[in-house]
């Protein structure tokens, strides 16, 4: 019988399936254990320092009780405590990204994706390098400044050295007052030697969606293929930091499987992180399964509606208040909106899901043909920077944490020493300024630079303010780009 260990690096053993299920039985004893959720909730509240604020976080079990808990005024007070942490280690910033699909190519059998090998309606592509900067330069002239990577799992298309190869291509191209600044890289789990390559390449974060925890639903759910290796898979961010990635998002596909069990699942893996290599998972997505060529997300039974996965989302706020949480263009705008007050921290914007959708097409033209899903929010990156601002938040196209050397635990240093105003918040108005001075609409640029100016007023050090405001003129009136602190 296999004991549960955090600290273990074995699948089984950090993700463990009697623990799991012991706390869904807990958190459903719970429930309505009102003293219990009160100090669960006040545990997770963030707390004021002389700095700025700390935040202790939950345990695995202690955010099973909240998500559990089905009493309309403990569930408000989760979400008003996500935004409180929320605001307390992110501001208002949103960071802004982009995917770039690189190759739909894939040997695997994965029931819920339309690359699966025996799908024979979707057209196999491949971007050659030329292609990828062609993507590239379409990507900044919409004034996008980081992409996460994606392809299938191809040994022969796609091995490493073609990943590397694209990009160094992406890192390469400087179009005009444009360039990428950090490649996050979304490929199957891959050998420690491999990792290390990425690494070496410059990536920023690695990304690998568990998709389910739950094991046997798993291996039914990637019945053929390298993916099938449940074992491998668990266990690839622990290789990925051992190749010297300390970034590394995690995230699980909702409707495969029950979502407490996703839930509790996600946060013992970030817990064993946190355990092994002292620092948690930088970020958390929440994708939701959506229809796509040759799959019907109905066939699943496990979907959740928007109130649960709102929930959720929540709940991981409280539960690992230094990880950052994104939402991709997966979710319409209006939950993306309500989801925005919930925690999240990163978005998409402009997405194509399709290899090669962005160069040569107008904002208002898709290609399906090589879709990997279909995309709910189809606004333009402009429309998405515009309604940002509109509802309180600053787009940013900041990227200068890891290019500053600030990854793994020393980001999340900077997070918890209450220093971030004087540091993301300057980065997020300079790096906005660039946008709306190269590429946004006249009526963002005009909203974009009341915010600007508004929330320059907000930069504690003087010193530090002063020079953002000389940063931001520089951008204005010269082609001067890149400021950081
Ligand atoms: N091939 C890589 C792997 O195996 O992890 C990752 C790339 S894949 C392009 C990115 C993610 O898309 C997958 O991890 C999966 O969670 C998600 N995905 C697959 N099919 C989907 C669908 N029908 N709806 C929503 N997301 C889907």
Redesign the pocket.
């Known amino acids: 019988m296999k004991q549960y260990d955090p600290k273990s690096l074995k699948a089984e053993e950090f993700i463990h399936d009697g623990e799991i299920r012991e706390t869904l039985a807990y958190a459903e004893a719970n429930k309505n254990n009102v003293e219990l959720i009160d100090s669960i909730l006040e545990k997770a509240r963030p707390k004021k320092t002389e700095t700025g604020y700390r935040c202790e976080g939950l345990t695995h079990r202690e955010a099973s009780v909240l998500l559990a808990c089905e009493i309309p005024e403990k569930i408000e007070e989760i979400y008003k405590i996500a935004e409180e942490i929320k605001l307390a280690f992110y501001g208002n910033r949103i960071v802004i990204f982009a995917p770039l699909?690189l190759s739909n190519y894939?040997v695997?059998g994965?029931v819920?994706?339309?690359?699966h090998l025996k799908n024979k309606e979707i057209p196999r592509k491949k971007l050659t390098q030329e292609e990828v900067r062609a993507e590239v330069i379409a990507l900044q002239d919409m004034g996008h400044k980081r992409l996460a990577i994606?392809?299938?799992?191809h040994p022969t298309e796609n091995p490493i050295e073609y990943i590397i190869e694209c990009i160094n291509t992406i890192y390469s191209v400087h179009h005009k007052n444009g360039d990428i600044r950090r490649v996050n890289v979304?490929?199957?789990?891959t050998t420690v030697e491999n990792y290390r390559k990425l690494k070496d390449a410059g990536i920023g974060t690695y990304i690998?969606?568990q998709?389910t925890y739950h094991k046997e639903s798993y291996l039914a759910l990637h019945p053929t293929g390298p993916?099938h290796d449940y074992d491998y898979h668990t266990e690839a961010m622990d290789r990925a930091m051992e190749g010297g990635i300390d970034d590394v998002g995690l995230?699980v596909?909702f409707g495969l499987e029950l979502y407490k069990y996703e839930f509790a699942g996600l946060l013992m893996h970030a817990e064993h992180l946190e355990a092994v290599h002292g620092v948690g998972p930088h970020t958390i997505s929440v994708?939701?399964?959506?229809?796509?060529s040759d799959?019907d997300?109905d066939q699943f039974d496990n979907g959740i509606d928007d109130d649960t996965f709102a929930k959720i989302t929540a709940c991981i706020r409280l539960a690992v208040p230094y990880t950052g949480i994104i939402i991709s263009t997966?979710e319409s705008e209006a939950v993306r909106t309500r989801l925005l007050h919930l925690g999240v921290s990163q978005v998409s914007g402009g997405s194509r899901t399709s290899v090669g959708g962005y160069a040569g097409y107008a904002n208002d033209e898709r290609p399906h043909d090589t879709e990997?899903?279909d995309v709910s929010d189809q606004r333009s990156l402009d429309e998405v920077v515009h309604w940002l601002m509109e509802n309180g938040h600053i787009p940013s196209f900041c990227t200068a944490c890891y290019r500053e050397g600030r990854t793994g635990d020393r980001f999340m240093s900077l997070c918890k020493s209450g220093q971030i105003l004087n540091c993301c918040h300057p980065n997020a108005l300079m790096t906005l300024s660039e946008y709306l001075e190269d590429y946004a609409s006249p009526a963002t640029r005009a909203k974009g630079y009341e915010v600007v100016a508004r929330e320059l007023d907000r930069i504690p050090k003087e010193k530090v303010r002063k020079i953002a405001e000389e940063n931001i003129e520089a951008i204005r009136a010269s082609n001067r780009r890149d400021f950081r602190f």
């Open positions: 699909y894939c695997n994965c819920y994706c339309p690359y994606e392809a299938g799992e979304n490929i199957a789990a690998l969606f998709e993916k995230g596909l994708p939701r399964l959506k229809r796509a799959i997300p997966r990997q899903f």
